[in-house]
């Protein structure tokens, strides 16, 4: 469940072992008026980086904006990391999406993908006895109370148990119950970070919420990772950890450890091109088949979510965020993009129109902008499904996508949303699959599981 280089030691007899280390948080706010107050806390630093930029500027007219990012990059991700949960969730989700922030914003906020400060002891005792009424030692035969890896949501401990290894998944107290409160804190950020419209932004909040909702429900998410991992069991060279519903509870999972290396540990190896295509086809067969027979997709593709394990698998480790697509969704999506359905453009404009992109009151103008437009963005999209093989080393297709999408939002039109609720999850987790298969540098067999299409509306 980490990686090779990073396990810790593990505790001996049944004790509780490991000293708090000076990188430890030992309190978290929980209130939302604690929680209130660091955001104001913050944003009081944040003004003061904006005067002290324009102080400058009034000197040296042609100053970037570099400084300021950094500046406002470092106060805003040390201030999620602390608060945790929803609010750090949001960094790291942002984070994936590489020509949404400035590049100081992306350089900070992936440090989320991988590790946060993690909780002290005390804290991680507090939670077992909260829900088992027992410490964590008087349930299994080790247990190391130093955690292995910290994130957004919890964290994970190192423990056995009838001489079989184990990873223990704690969430952080009050992240589950400061959901609401937490996106209506981070709006503010949100929305002059993004440059979203108001409209645009609250549909991509209420989003966020109704998944981190279920995903800070870690009952919820054993089931899923059950009936998932079931159903992708028969996949090449992806592999899952068994799960113990009876050690796990409402905030915590207990699961198989998983020996491996993250993705940046494992690209430090120097792997083959023939290991980067295996772990890159894994990962491709692992999304499509969820997507076009499960419909129900893994919807959080930043690399901590996987290890790639001493025998070159794929191993997946967390479930937590699923994204469903009801038909009226997938139908008009994928058959755009794997069929030549754009070539028939009023078919096209019926689909843009289920899936909310061309408006009903849209002028004959309006119309022909977005349709040709969004027929664009759909090409791009699409590219790796045109042909058998896709090579996602190439920089020329992420560089006409970056492209494509930097301008698009620049576009006056854009300021007002378009498209369904489910673009939101849909999208980040293509691009996010994209943008790993890229690091990869894989080249991948694309059709190996293939959209359920329609040709017409």
């Known amino acids: 469940m980490t990686e090779d280089k990073k396990v810790s030691p593990p505790a001996t007899g049944g004790d509780l072992t490991g000293d708090d280390s000076t990188?430890?948080?030992?309190?978290?706010?929980?209130?939302?008026?604690?929680?209130?107050a660091r955001f104001v806390s913050t944003g009081?630093?944040?003004?003061?980086?904006?005067?002290?930029?324009?102080?400058?500027?009034?000197?040296?007219?042609?100053?970037?904006?570099?400084?300021?990012?950094e500046d406002n990059a470092t106060d805003i991700y040390k201030s999620l990391s602390e608060l945790k949960g929803s609010a750090l969730k949001v960094a790291q989700m942002l984070s994936m999406d590489k020509n949404l922030l400035p590049q100081a914003y992306v350089d900070k906020f992936t440090q989320s993908q991988y590790n946060a400060p993690p909780l002290s002891g005390p804290l991680i005792v507090q939670t077992f006895r909260k829900y088992f009424g027992k410490n964590p030692d008087q349930i299994f035969d080790k247990f190391n109370i130093r955690s292995t890896n910290a994130a957004s949501i919890g964290q994970v401990h190192e423990a056995e148990?009838?001489?079989?290894?184990?990873?223990?998944?704690?969430?952080?107290?009050?992240?589950?119950d400061a959901i609401s409160s937490d996106l209506k804190l981070v709006k503010p950020f949100a929305f002059r970070m993004l440059g979203m419209s108001e409209r645009e932004l609250d549909v991509y909040m209420r989003e966020v919420?109704?998944?981190?909702l279920e995903e800070t429900d870690y009952e919820l998410e054993v089931r899923r990772s059950i009936e998932f991992s079931t159903a992708c069991?028969?996949?090449?060279?992806?592999?899952?950890p068994k799960y113990y519903p009876a050690l796990s509870s409402k905030r915590i999972i207990t699961m198989d450890w998983l020996e491996g290396k993250h993705l940046r540990e494992f690209l430090a190896?120097?792997?083959?091109?023939?290991?980067?295509?295996q772990v890159g086809q894994a990962l491709w067969?692992?999304?499509?088949?969820?997507?076009?027979?499960?419909?129900?997709?893994?919807?959080?593709p930043h690399p901590g979510n996987f290890l790639i394990t001493p025998e070159g698998k794929l191993g997946v480790i967390d479930f937590g965020c699923i994204k469903e697509m009801p038909e009226d969704f997938y139908y008009p999506f994928f058959s755009l993009t794997s069929t030549n359905l754009l070539d028939n453009k009023t078919e096209t404009i019926k689909a843009f129109r289920q899936l909310d992109m061309i408006h009903k009151g849209d002028t004959p103008a309006q119309i022909e902008f977005f349709y040709t437009q969004f027929r664009?963005?759909?090409?791009?999209?699409?590219?790796?499904?045109?042909?058998?093989?896709?090579?996602?080393?190439q920089t020329t297709f992420f560089d006409q996508l970056y492209r494509f999408r930097e301008r698009l939002s620049k576009l006056p039109e854009f300021k007002q949303a378009r498209g369904v609720k489910h673009f939101i999850y849909v999208n980040r987790t293509n691009f996010g699959l994209y943008n790993i298969l890229h690091e990869l540098k894989a080249e991948v067999k694309t059709d190996t599981f293939k959209p359920h299409v329609v040709l017409e509306y």
Request: hydrophobic share 35%; no cysteine; aromatic share 10%.
């Open 161 to 176: 148990l009838n001489g079989k290894k184990l990873a223990v998944k704690i969430q952080y107290p009050g992240v589950g």
């Open 44 to 69: 009081i630093k944040i003004g003061g980086n904006y005067i002290k930029h324009y102080s400058k500027k009034l000197f040296n007219p042609d100053l970037d904006k570099s400084e300021l990012n």
């Open 209 to 212: 919420e109704e998944r981190l």
């Open 285 to 300: 067969d692992f999304y499509n088949f969820q997507q076009h027979e499960l419909r129900a997709v893994h919807a959080d």
């Open 376 to 393: 664009e963005m759909i090409e791009l999209f699409a590219m790796p499904y045109i042909h058998d093989h896709f090579d996602f080393s």
């Open 269 to 277: 190896t120097n792997p083959s091109q023939e290991l980067r295509n």
């Open 233 to 240: 069991a028969n996949l090449d060279n992806v592999v899952f």
């Open 23 to 36: 990188s430890q948080q030992n309190s978290m706010p929980t209130t939302k008026v604690q929680r209130s």
